[in-house]
């Protein structure tokens, strides 16, 4: 499989297909017993996490889930922290090198949740916020690492349409950053109206990829995943 640099790709497959095994494994959580994972160039089969995300390979879980504690403005400010590096005692120094470079680093954390339309929930903690702004928030951490790619597991999981569609639309702009986004969705209807290309696997194994409406209309991803029914439907 070969993710093009610039769009945004569907991971689809019927449950136990190994969706999320091959994110743990791109995403340094998980060791493959064969085959290579090749970044830019680079082998980084097997690199830890924390590694793998400072290449600019990002999946937003982690990050989500670390800060879920700490108010929205925190999480993004901590984000930016483990972009640029810098120390827990660089962050307590009150020289003024230090004080101008937080307000720069809290002014472009304002400026991505501004960018997620969730600046008005800053001081809110994150555990606390609707299921469709801690997607946001996932999001706006994300970028504050400076990503080349993202990792999505299920986006819009248990969302209602309205949460969906601003959803989606986040991921839109991802793309329109030149950011490249891989997603894990059983959304098919969200999957087809956003990805410019999607894979199909079953089984560990690649069965169809290609444009939506091909793939949907593939005999073996009927069979395995969609059915006729939501094939017909899509």
């Known amino acids: 499989m070969n993710v093009e640099e610039g769009e945004i790709r ?6 136990g297909s190994g969706k999320t095994t091959l994110f743990n494994i791109i995403s340094g959580f998980l060791k493959p017993t064969k085959g290579m994972i090749i970044w830019q160039g680079q082998e980084i089969t097997g690199l830890p996490p924390h590694v793998v995300a400072r290449l600019g390979l990002v999946r937003t879980f982690q ?4 800060f879920s504690e700490m108010t929205v403005m925190q999480n993004v400010v901590t984000s930016c922290h483990l972009h640029t590096g810098t120390t827990l005692w660089q962050q307590f120094r009150h020289s003024a090198e230090t004080r101008r470079k937080e307000r720069e680093t809290e002014e472009k954390a304002l400026n991505l949740l501004e960018s997620m339309g ?14 469709g702004h801690q997607a ?3 999001i706006a951490n994300a970028l504050a690492t400076g990503p080349k790619m993202i ?7 248990g969302m209602n349409p309205t949460e969906t569609s ?7 702009m991802l793309r329109d950053r030149g950011i490249t986004v891989f997603l894990v969705e059983h959304d098919m209807r969200a999957v087809m109206t956003t990805c410019d290309k999607i894979t199909c696997i079953n089984f560990g ?4 990829e290609g444009a939506p409406q091909i793939v949907c209309n593939h005999r073996e991803v009927v069979e395995a995943y969609l059915g006729e029914e939501m094939a017909c439907s899509l």
């Open 151 to 157: 990792l999505l597991d299920e986006p819009v999981g």
């Open 10 to 15: 569907g991971l689809i497959g019927p449950n």
């Open 118 to 131: 969730i600046a008005d929930r800053k001081d809110e903690i994150a555990a606390e916020l609707p299921h």
């Open 63 to 66: 990050l989500t889930a670390l």
């Open 166 to 172: 601003e959803t989606m639309d986040r991921i839109k």
């Open 136 to 138: 946001a928030l996932g």
């Open 205 to 208: 194994n690649k069965i169809a």
